[in-house]
């Protein structure tokens, strides 16, 4: 494939999960994903979620599967994630589509507040390029406003985020210790989406569970697809969001 997709990340605190599960289905079918940063450095994913540390009883739940743990070890390993581009030299046409991980550490804010990255998402929405957000992606992509309706890019869509349960549920199972650890901001990311929307009623939850999908088992995951805007709502939602965004790659060959 002659696909080169742009995966920009923050300088600390990404989830391996949904940049690393997304990488290595793409790159092994011959996509060229092209990382970008701040400032032009290797990123550094949220250690917590791969190593455990600080999640007491609830450790085997809440950290990274040993798969995609050994998935952001290969990415971390390769070239390209070891020599990303700054945001300021994103050139949007050089690019057939966007692919934003999440992730909720408090340093995901230089990514999310990027007025940068805001400009450039909003960018990929208006040249109809392929934009696929997952978890706290969603949050990047609802922050980029449509320079012609002064919208958020995702005003008409339908979408999907990380949910107000999940994200309140790890906040409570671990804020006696971690504190405010699992709120990125005092709003939560479903929230914070819906605001941004026509109506309420585009925002979907899909039938949640703990358990996460796989390669084999799509049956746990939510992907929601809108033109071209695919989106996902946590790291259990990762293999089937890579193969959706693969699927959509292939329609636009």
């Known amino acids: 494939m002659n696909e080169m997709i742009l995966m920009p990340l923050p300088h600390y605190g990404f989830d391996p999960t949904e940049a690393a599960v997304p990488w290595k289905y793409l790159a092994e079918r011959g996509v060229k994903i092209v990382f970008a940063t701040p400032d032009g450095k290797p990123a550094a994913t949220d250690e917590r979620l791969i190593t455990g540390k600080g999640f007491g009883p609830f450790k085997k739940f809440l950290m990274a599967t040993p ?5 952001y070890r290969e990415m971390f390993r390769s070239s390209a994630f070891q020599q990303p581009i ?10 057939t589509a966007i692919l934003l991980p999440g992730g909720h550490d408090k340093g995901m804010k230089t990514y ?13 929405f ?21 320079p012609q309706t002064k919208h958020s ?4 869509y339908q979408t999907t985020a990380l949910l107000k349960n999940q994200e309140m549920e790890a906040y409570y199972l671990t804020a006696l210790w971690l504190k405010d650890y699992y709120r990125t901001y005092p709003v939560t990311v479903e929230a914070e989406v819906k605001s941004v929307l026509k109506s309420p009623e585009q925002f979907h939850t899909g039938s949640f569970s703990v358990k996460r999908d796989s390669e084999t088992d799509e049956s746990p995951a939510l992907v929601v697809e809108d033109r071209n805007y695919l989106s996902a709502r946590w ?18 060959e």
């Open 235 to 252: 790291p259990g939602d990762a293999h089937t969001f890579a193969k959706k965004f693969f699927q959509r790659l292939q329609e636009m």
């Open 67 to 71: 798969e995609a743990i050994a998935a």
């Open 86 to 95: 700054q945001y300021a030299s994103i050139a949007t046409e050089k690019y």
């Open 126 to 146: 208006t040249s109809q390029k392929l934009v696929g957000a997952i978890c706290h992606g969603t949050v990047l992509a609802a922050r980029a406003t449509d």
């Open 153 to 156: 890019v995702l005003y008409e």
């Open 112 to 124: 999310l507040e990027s007025s940068i990255l805001q400009t450039k998402v909003a960018e990929f």
